[in-house]
Structures are given as structure tokens and as C-alpha cells.
């Protein structure tokens, strides 16, 4: 089976059928999301709180991206793949755009790339573009931007913000952009904006009206029960059994219940054979 392609996303918009994204960031998930049937999958920049224990996904590095993009694409054979550029990667010039997005289609094996920003990073996307990678634009709360927006906020409340975020979705698609990610946006706003577009929008936290939605795969399957933000539904709650189950295996090899036989080699050679090492 081939990978889905820009073509067959564009085309869910024209067919009325809701795109799933979700994030992964290495080969195991990867693998389990493809084949749960997951559209496009994302190696978010959230890799910076998710992976890397920190507060926010200012520190991530292109070379952060294009290394777990590389594990990420390992894992999959169905899903179309982005890869977030990275704060800073793209921001200082669109030649600096399209060399950091070459890195990760070469090194990340990424099908497209992801930013963030409205009018500002139009030049971005435009260069980008016309080197012939597909790019999917981010507006609303965008995260590299915590420090300037003063905390993670919804973003377009009042009418001069929502003209402001309708101006800059037009702005990333004449760009040439083909999704756009609306986060924590008013569910109204996000519906108007994507009645407005040619090109899919992927909601998080932007209610149902969007061409699509996209969750944090740790988020969703319930890892942290501690983070809930109110766009979050969790559709299983894994924190409280996995930590069982390592507890289980802490008191079986503390008592020696584990390994058992079964679990052992020995000298007689009847053993499985091993055909995968972890
Ligand atoms: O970094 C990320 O995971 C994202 C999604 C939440 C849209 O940008």
C-alpha cells in the first residue's frame, strides 16, 4: 500500500471526509497509528514537552526533527508524514526556510513540512513551496510564540483578532500551503475560516467544524493523566495500567517469580528461535 499523498488530503476536503492526524515520535507509534488507519501523522515540535521533559518546544533543533522524523517514517506504511520545522529554522530568511525543510525531507524523510505563523511566514512557505515540498501552515496558538503571546492562550477572540487570524489563513494559502492547522481558536471562528479556504483546516481545540482534527498522541491515549487541557479527550487512560504493569514486573523479579522456565534458555537446544532482538 503507498502512503497517502497531498493529492488524497486535498481531495478528503473536496469529498467531505474528516482528516485524522495525530503526532508520533519514533517507530513503535509510528507503527501502532498506521495501522489503527491514521491519515497523516505528525512529528510535532511538542516533542520538546512529550520526549524531552521540557516546558515548552523553544529548544528543539532541526537536528531533533530530522532524527526522530527518521524513526517516524520507519514505522509507517499508509500515513502521509509532516515534520515540524523548528523554532528558528525557518524565521531568519526564506533561504533559511527551504534549507532547514530540505534537511527534513532528506534527513526526516518527511513528505511535508510544518510552520507556524499567518502573513510573516508567507515568504517562508512561498520559497518553500516552489522547491516542490508540500507545506502545512499553523495559526491560532502557535506555540513558539508562548513568550510573545503571554502564555498559551486561545487565540481570535474579539473582531480585530478574528479578521487577523482570517487575514493570515488566506495570507499561508495564496502562499501556496496545502493544510492548515487552526489551534485553540473559537469553534466559529474556525468554521468561518474553513468555509473560507480551498485547503483543508486540521483543528485542535478548534472545534468540530474544521476539515479535520489532530491530538497528541501521549495526550490522547491518556500517558500523563495530570495534563487536561480542555481541548483534550482522552480515548484510553494508559498512565494507571502501565504503571501496574511495571510495578508487576519490579515485584516478580524482586521475589524471582520472574524469569520463569519458559522465559530461559536451555542447553537442548529446543528454544524458539529468536527472530527479534527487543
Ligand atoms: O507540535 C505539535 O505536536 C503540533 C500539534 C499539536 C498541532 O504542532
Not at 495570507?171 to 468555509?195: C, D, N, R, S, W
Not at 479527550?233 to 516478580?252: G, H, W
Not at 530461559?264 to 528454544?271: I, M
Request: aromatic content about 6%; charged content about 20%.
Amino acid at each position: 500500500m503507498r502512503r497517502k499523498t497531498v493529492l488524497d488530503l486535498q481531495k478528503m476536503k473536496a469529498t467531505n471526509e474528516k482528516i485524522a492526524m495525530i503526532t508520533a515520535y519514533d517507530a513503535t507509534m509510528a507503527r501502532l497509528v498506521d495501522t489503527a488507519g491514521v491519515d497523516m501523522v505528525l512529528v510535532g515540535d511538542s516533542l520538546g514537552m512529550v520526549i524531552q521533559g521540557e516546558e515548552d518546544t523553544l529548544g528543539v533543533t532541526l537536528d531533533d526533527m530530522a532524527y526522530h522524523g527518521r524513526c517516524v517514517a520507519r514505522g509507517l506504511s499508509h500515513a502521509h508524514l509532516t515534520v515540524d520545522m523548528p523554532f528558528m529554522s525557518y524565521q531568519i530568511s526564506a533561504e533559511q526556510a527551504l534549507a532547514s525543510a530540505g534537511r527534513l525531507v532528506q534527513e526526516g524523510r518527511a513528505q511535508s513540512v510544518k510552520l507556524e505563523g499567518g502573513e510573516r511566514s508567507a515568504p517562508a512557505v512561498e520559497k518553500i513551496v516552489q522547491a516542490g515540498i508540500p507545506v502545512v501552515g499553523h495559526i491560532g496558538l502557535t506555540p513558539q510564540s508562548v513568550n510573545a503571546l503571554g502564555g498559551w492562550r486561545v487565540q481570535g477572540r474579539g473582531d480585530a483578532a478574528a479578521e487577523q487570524l482570517l487575514h493570515d489563513a488566506h495570507a499561508i494559502e495564496e502562499a501556496g500551503a496545502f493544510a492548515l492547522v487552526l489551534e485553540m481558536v473559537p469553534a466559529e471562528l474556525a468554521a468561518e475560516v474553513t468555509q473560507a479556504l480551498r485547503i483543508p483546516t486540521i483543528g485542535i481545540g478548534a472545534g468540530r467544524n474544521c476539515d479535520g482534527q489532530v491530538l497528541v498522541c501521549n495526550d490522547l491515549l491518556g500517558f500523563d493523566m495530570s495534563f487536561s487541557p480542555k481541548f483534550l479527550k482522552r480515548f484510553a487512560e494508559l498512565q494507571d495500567p502501565m504503571t501496574q504493569a511495571v510495578s508487576a514486573y519490579i515485584d516478580e523479579v524482586r521475589s524471582g517469580a520472574f524469569p520463569g522456565p519458559e522465559h530461559s534458555f536451555h542447553r537442548s537446544r529446543t528454544d524458539k528461535k529468536v527472530t527479534r532482538l527487543y
